[in-house]
């Protein structure tokens, strides 16, 4: 194999290795978000098999003696020197290095959405309990109960009785 392939093979294996797939559909919420994380995972799981298996086989080494019998031994050396002569370049990564800033950028910028997103729904979550307390207790509840609760509406009704302002 190739030092390139084989590096390629090697990345795709250690990446496929650390994506915790369950982890991140258990917090897909809509239909429609579960049917592309599925395609996503399909298309991922396609090319790191496409990656095991086309590129960490080796090629099968070319019995030159077999054709020698074959065709001829000069037609066959000149192949073989040929073939002996192809030099595959390396492949020079171009386009990493113009793309990782970006792309820590964009982790960075994640991270504090995600950390605003934990915020809000915490914020969230306190004003969905206080209103199904509310719910529960608002048969029985007295105006006082409600205002200790909510000052600033104690407050503005206060001031309208005193303006003498009755909503009409």
């Known amino acids: 194999m190739s030092g390139a392939g084989k590096k390629v093979v090697d990345v795709a294996f250690k990446a496929s290795k650390k994506i915790d797939w369950d982890g991140m559909a258990k917090l897909i919420v809509s239909e429609e978000a579960r049917k592309e994380f599925a395609s996503l995972r399909r298309a991922f799981d396609e090319v790191n098999t496409t990656l095991e298996t086309k590129f960490s086989q080796e090629p099968e080494p070319i019995d030159w003696e077999y054709y020698r019998k074959g065709i001829g031994s000069r037609l066959v050396d000149m192949y073989k020197e040929a073939y002996d002569n192809v030099k595959i370049p390396k492949y020079v990564d171009t386009v990493t290095p113009e793309y990782k800033p970006k792309f820590d950028a964009l982790l960075v910028e994640l991270k504090e959405a995600e950390e605003k997103s934990f915020k809000e729904s915490e914020r969230l979550e306190k004003e969905i309990a ?15 109960e409600y205002f200790e609760k909510h000052p600033e509406l104690k407050k503005k009704f206060d001031d309208e009785i005193r303006n003498d302002n009755w909503g009409y």
């Open 130 to 144: 206080e209103v199904k307390e509310l719910k529960q207790k608002i048969a029985t509840m007295t105006a006082d």
